[in-house]
């Protein structure tokens, strides 16, 4: 099972909005809502942001939103802030051969 | 407040074994899925294991199949990962993390990783 595709850097001014996409294929993005995205910042774990591909749990800021089009998930921070800063990964469930697969992980940098 | 807790990481030799541990508290951790996860130094993130709340389900990544075993001890809140026949590809920080509640179907808690490091 392939990582799911993302790119590998995405930037943006403070206050501006920027969309991380992730792509897969019909045995996993496509195939399921439980797409996921991850927050990590240097030497810590990562942090939930995205559930099911849309849901936000609890705590985490309203300027996070996702969404899912055929087979490439997408991760909309809006507002952007100097703390929005760091690694994002997606994660979708791919069945019970497979299970889980991330994504190649993507680096935001706030200009 | 929910806590995860991570040991057992080490240096260890190509071909050798390590058993780490993922101590849990603050929730009723028999309800629980629980999951290991992998990190390469300076790179990205990939799924290791999965083990349900009963144990009754437990998967792999292929690329650990057959080398680690999974197991939970519910009356102490613990999970584990015997890890065999090592190779240099296995160093990274293993972090366990938790699927949230009701299928949710996502890791909503994390522990904060032990690395394990395969070296001659």
């Known amino acids: 099972q392939s990582a799911l595709t993302q790119p590998a850097s995405v930037s943006g001014s403070p206050g501006q909005s920027i969309t991380i996409s992730c792509t897969g294929s019909s045995s996993d993005v496509g195939s399921y809502k439980f797409v996921s995205w991850y927050q990590q910042h240097p030497g810590k774990a990562p942090k939930l942001m995205i559930y099911?591909?849309?849901e936000r749990p609890s705590g985490v800021s309203n300027r996070f939103s996702g969404s899912k089009s055929g087979n490439t998930a997408s991760l909309t921070i809006s507002g952007l802030q100097a703390e929005d800063e760091g690694d994002y990964y997606c994660?979708?469930?791919?069945?019970?051969?497979?299970?889980?697969?991330f994504g190649t992980g993507t680096k935001v940098t706030v200009l | 407040e929910v806590q995860l807790v991570e040991s057992g990481g080490g240096l260890v030799k190509p071909g050798g074994s390590l058993r780490l541990s993922c101590a849990a508290s603050?929730?009723?951790?028999?309800?629980?899925?629980i999951n290991w996860v992998r990190q390469t130094p300076g790179k990205g993130l990939e799924w290791v294991s999965y083990i349900s709340s009963s144990s009754s389900y437990i998967y792999y990544a292929d690329s650990v199949k057959g080398r680690f075993t999974v197991s939970r001890d519910n009356a102490k809140n613990s999970v584990y990962v015997q890890m065999n026949s090592l190779r240099a590809e296995d160093t990274a920080v293993y972090y366990c993390?938790?699927?949230?509640?009701?299928?949710?179907?996502?890791?909503?808690?994390w522990g904060q990783g032990t690395l394990v490091t395969v070296s001659s």
């Open positions: 994660c979708s469930y791919a069945g019970d051969s497979t299970f889980y697969v």
């Open positions: 603050g929730f009723t951790f028999v309800g629980y899925n």
């Open positions: 099911e591909g849309s």
């Open positions: 993390a938790r699927e949230g509640p009701s299928g949710m179907t996502a890791f909503d808690y």
